[in-house]
């Protein structure tokens, strides 16, 4: 990648993720941008013709709309490469709307298929599927919003979110023939077709995340 643009995402993209939540911060960043390129390569390998840059861009702006809010942060991911003036100066318009749309169609909640190969790349790499994410994150996010919840209301919260959005009937959806998430997703599958095993490793989880320490807070 051209050294200007690496060091402009790097201290203008990059480093706005330290300020989001913990579900898409810096770790978040590395972590998606590190899966795009090893699914573009695991492709190019098998005959795709993928851009390793481009794979890596929409890496790193997938979740930049955060700055707008949460909420429809895709859509608005889109809109900033649109007008993003340093990448418009090294791409043409067809190129920075393949960027932008690839980013608009992240989200696992998405209806359609991706628009574009790097849509259904970086919509594989952001589905955080190893098991300690998958539990981890739902995990930390009712730590800090739903921490009314006793303990054992915490592990069955996360194991029905985990179960409605990654169980075999889950609505997060696959689009790459990559083996280490076929491998990843049947680890999950088998652990949640174990209700008992299941809510066993959540509560390892939840006692290793509060250090055995949660106290659940008045309503």
Not at 8 to 34: C, G, L, Q
Not at 155 to 180: A, C
């Amino acid at each position: 990648m051209n050294k200007i643009l690496k060091k402009y995402i790097d201290n203008n993209i990059k480093i706005k993720y330290k300020n989001f939540d913990k579900a898409h911060n810096i770790s978040h960043y590395n972590f998606v941008t590190r899966n795009c390129i090893s699914y573009s390569k695991q492709l190019i390998n098998k005959g795709e013709k993928i851009d390793l840059d481009i794979a890596f861009i929409v890496g790193a702006y997938h979740d930049i709309g955060i700055l707008n809010g949460r909420e429809n942060h895709a859509i608005s991911s889109g809109k900033f490469v649109r007008n993003d003036e340093m990448l418009n100066t090294f791409y043409d318009k067809e190129t920075i709307e393949i960027i932008a749309q690839a980013v608009e169609d992240h989200s696992s909640h998405l209806t359609y298929t991706p628009r574009n190969i790097y849509g259904k790349i970086v919509a594989d790499a952001d589905r955080n599927n190893t098991k300690y994410l998958v539990f981890s994150r739902p995990i930390k996010y009712g730590l800090k919003h739903e921490n009314h919840l006793s303990k054992q209301e915490q592990i069955e919260r996360v194991y029905n979110f985990v179960q409605n959005k990654f169980g075999r009937n889950g609505y997060v959806k696959y689009y790459l023939d990559i083996d280490e998430t076929k491998k990843e997703q049947q680890e999950i599958w088998a652990l949640l077709d174990n209700e008992i095993l299941c809510k066993n490793y959540i509560e390892g989880l939840f006692d290793e995340i509060t250090k055995g320490k949660y106290k659940q807070k008045n309503k």
